[in-house]
């Protein structure tokens, strides 16, 4: 299946469990892909036929920072839900990465994969 994705989209959000994180913005990165046929966009060059990766990355970043919520998890279900919502696809992985979490860690994160039931 042909995918359009999205790779290390930044945002700036109030996220996490603990009190300190309440007060001020971490950086998460979100890696996304979404199953996609992009025959009829290939064959018509035209982007209303097609998932546009710049509206999905925009209401990504809207949801996050509209909506604080304190887990990786509960955030990603979400996105997971929006995403099959609002946009022409059945599937949809998404990975988020908190690299400030773990100073011992390069990052650390949660990855789910969802489908339209
Ligand atoms: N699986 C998860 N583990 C942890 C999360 C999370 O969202 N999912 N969050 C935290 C804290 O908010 C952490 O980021 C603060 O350092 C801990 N573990």
Same mark, same amino acid.
């Given at each position: 299946?042909? /995918? #359009?994705?999205?790779?290390?989209? /930044?945002?700036?959000?109030?996220?996490?469990?603990?009190?300190?994180?309440? *007060?001020?913005?971490?950086?998460?990165?979100?890696? !996304?892909?979404?199953?996609?046929? !992009?025959?009829?966009?290939?064959?018509?060059?035209?982007?209303?036929?097609?998932?546009?990766?710049? *509206? #999905?990355?925009?209401?990504?970043? *809207?949801?996050?920072?509209?909506?604080?919520? *304190?887990?990786?998890?509960?955030? +990603?279900?979400? +996105?997971?839900?929006?995403?099959?919502?609002?946009?022409?696809?059945? /599937?949809?992985?998404?990975?988020?990465?908190?690299?400030?979490? #773990?100073?011992?860690?390069?990052? #650390?994160?949660?990855?789910?994969?969802?489908? /339209?039931?």
């Amino acid at each position: 299946m042909d /995918k #359009v994705y999205i790779s290390q989209l /930044k945002v700036d959000t109030i996220i996490g469990v603990y009190d300190f994180e309440k *007060e001020c913005k971490q950086s998460l990165y979100f890696d !996304i892909e979404m199953d996609c046929d !992009i025959a009829a966009a290939a064959a018509s060059d035209d982007l209303s036929q097609t998932i546009d990766y710049a *509206e #999905v990355s925009r209401r990504v970043t *809207e949801h996050c920072i509209a909506k604080p919520v *304190e887990l990786l998890e509960t955030l +990603l279900e979400q +996105l997971a839900a929006l995403i099959l919502a609002e946009f022409a696809t059945n /599937k949809v992985s998404i990975k988020v990465s908190k690299p400030a979490a #773990v100073p011992q860690a390069q990052t #650390v994160g949660v990855m789910i994969t969802r489908s /339209k039931h």
